[in-house]
């Protein structure tokens, strides 16, 4: 079944069928009533492929996911994908796991499908891979900051200020000895954490000891190994701030498998707040990301972008900053119930 | 005929009445029930980037006041487009309450709201629930930068929402000026526990949230006056206005318009067309030709300790018999100086000091302060 025997059936013309589908205002109401009743009589879907032939629009977009096994991201994708489905789009996700070359395979085929927009997720590729999306006039956000790709509109969050707010944390509750443990990836956050550390111990006049800072694998296995490097030390740390919530799960796994108790003998602080962070023992203590925000935040700019470009607006490049939150729990060996409640 | 004609930050409104952001104004239609109602505007319930879940209970009323621990609209920014436009479909002013955590992320919400045909923006960062021990709005340079972003990003006119949960509300209101910003309203609801079931040892709602209703009025009136000694910021007076007299007191205190809440979610919205139809009859009894010159006539009479001319008054009765069996006014003077025999009342003057709260505490009025 295709327009034309619909067109037939109603003995209408195939623009006619066409109007409706697309521009249903524009057509009297008797005769959109009647071929409305043979399209549901008939079963018939539109094609959507010639359909974006025809008008330019696929009504799909592309989300590109560092790696689909890390909640965090499965919790941003939600977001954008909530969004495109208000919107009547179909989102395209592509799990690149960590491979930049997986990641430009996946950008080539969605602009062989004509996407009408991308929302990369802390994407690896540099602005010079992401010129082709420009070429086709494919508009491009990127949600989280990986390397620098200044010229695309940003959903980003300040990991600076929240990195300090989590140290000073741990230093307020008596600990000196903070160790820092962070994932490879995203680099530009993790260097913003890095410094956020740094600054909070400078200003407790407490000398950067470059021995606890180490970097692992962005997984629970990496938390784990780099856990255990702590553990060996002569001299071990009072707290460990790991840059994600599964780096933490890891850490704190390997305090158990040592009989070391958290958070009596080592603190441990995540980043994140991933769902299952509140329900390993103890609860752990982290910085609150809004991870959904951020998703639903990158495909309002995406949408803002596919919209101006269908009404010919220009619109400059923007950029929404949010806020980081420290989640208090109980791994971090905190006293004060009221830190918990807000 | 009273001219209720309000103009406040270029809004034509009808009255001076709003209808406050909450739960009330959940989504296009009830918004729309209090322009109605006769309210002049209508500001939704505040929305913000990513809705959230509701708790259950969350909202607990006790009588005077109510705790509410609903956090914001439910309704997705993208659902308010097509909210907007039924809570419009009626015609009247429609503000949109917005909250955020960054500069950024407020001033995009508040341009979609914008884009989608709200006539005012409202930023209501000043929830005393889950957001913080210290109330974002409590801080000068957070209010300054967030205003100024919206102020920059949004072509309606922008109102900051201010918190009684702060040290000096002066400086808040203050920053909003500099940065920009057409209006403050003033109060919004205060961190409260509503109370505890002392049998199961129960907190009235299981976390802090914020109290509204007619008990948070006089610390709304304060505010109110403070800011309007403060600068010439036009302000919306907010908090326990349960009446038209309510309304009268905080524009004499030098509010221009004024927001109900809580008494339009206990008494329904029934409560803004009495108050909008007694407050004309009032000011037509009063001879006052426009509703505005109501504006600040208290303040002149707010005064500070030095400026107090100290009169040795003391508590006399104006001769009417007392209630039958009516003690309150012997057993409350902390200076033992009221007598009383058979019905009357008599203060001894060498012992009563002029405090005043047996006039306050009678309850047929009988006693004034006098010399």
Known sequence: MNIRHIAQKAGVSVATVSRVLNHPESVATATKEKIEAIIAQEEYTPNWFARGLNFNKTATIGLMIPHIMNPMHMEIAKGV???????????????????????????????????????????????????????????????????????????????????????????????HDIAMLYGKKPEIENRQKIEGYKTALKEAGIAVN???IISVENTIEGGYLGGKKYIDMEKRPQAVFATSDLLAFGVIDAMKDNDISVPKEMAVIGFDNIRMSNLIEPKLTTVEKPLHKMGVLGARLLFDMIESKEKEEKQPPKEILLQAKLKIRKSCGHKERIGEMF | MTNMLTDFVGLKMKNPFIIAAGPWNRDGSSTKKGLLAGAGAVIT????????????????????????????????????????????????????????????????????????????????????????????????????????????NVRIPVIVKLSQNSTNISRVAKAVQKAGGSAVSAINSVRCILGVDIEKAEPSLPTYGGYSGVPIRPLGLASVATIAQTSDIPICGVGGIDNFRNAVEYMMLGA??????????????????????????????HGISDVQEIRGKALKNLKSFDEMKIEPAISISDGRPCREGCNECVRSCVYNAIEKTGNEVKAIGDRCTGCGLCTSLCPIKKLHMKW
Not at chain 2, 109 to 130: R, W
Not at chain 2, 257 to 281: C, D, K, S, Y
């Open chain 1, 81 to 175: 994908e909530d969004v495109a489905q208000h919107k009547d789009y179909t989102t395209f996700m592509c799990n690149v796991e960590d491979n930049v070359e997986k990641e430009k395979q996946y950008l080539e085929n969605l602009i062989k499908r004509r996407v009408d927009g991308i929302v990369f997720i802390s994407s690896l590729l540099g602005e010079k891979d992401l010129c082709i999306a420009d070429e086709q006039g494919i508009p491009v956000v990127m949600i989280g900051e990986n390397r620098e790709t200044l010229k695309y509109p940003v959903v980003r969050v300040d990991c600076q200020n929240a990195a300090y707010e989590a140290t000073k944390h741990l230093l307020e509750i008596g600990h």
């Open chain 1, 210 to 212: 470059d021995e606890f």
């Open chain 2, 45 to 152: 319930e505040t929305i913000v980037s990513d809705a959230m879940l509701d708790v259950r209970p969350r909202i607990a009323y006790n009588g005077f006041g109510a705790q509410n621990i609903r956090l914001y609209s439910d309704i997705q920014v993208e659902g308010w487009e097509h909210e907007m436009d039924i809570a419009k479909s009626a015609g009247g002013i429609v503000i949109a309450s917005v909250s955020a955590h960054t500069p950024s992320e407020l001033a995009y919400l508040a341009s979609k709201m914008e884009k989608f045909g709200a006539d005012a923006i409202e930023i209501s960062v000043s929830n005393p629930a889950k957001e913080g021990l210290e109330v974002l709005a409590s801080n000068p340079d957070v209010i300054f930068d967030m205003t100024r972003e919206v102020v920059s």
């Open chain 2, 256 to 285: 221009s318009a004024v927001q109900v809440g809580t008494a339009v979610m206990i008494h329904g919205f029934e409560r803004i067309t009495e108050m909008v139809e007694q407050l004309e009859e009032w000011c037509d009894s």
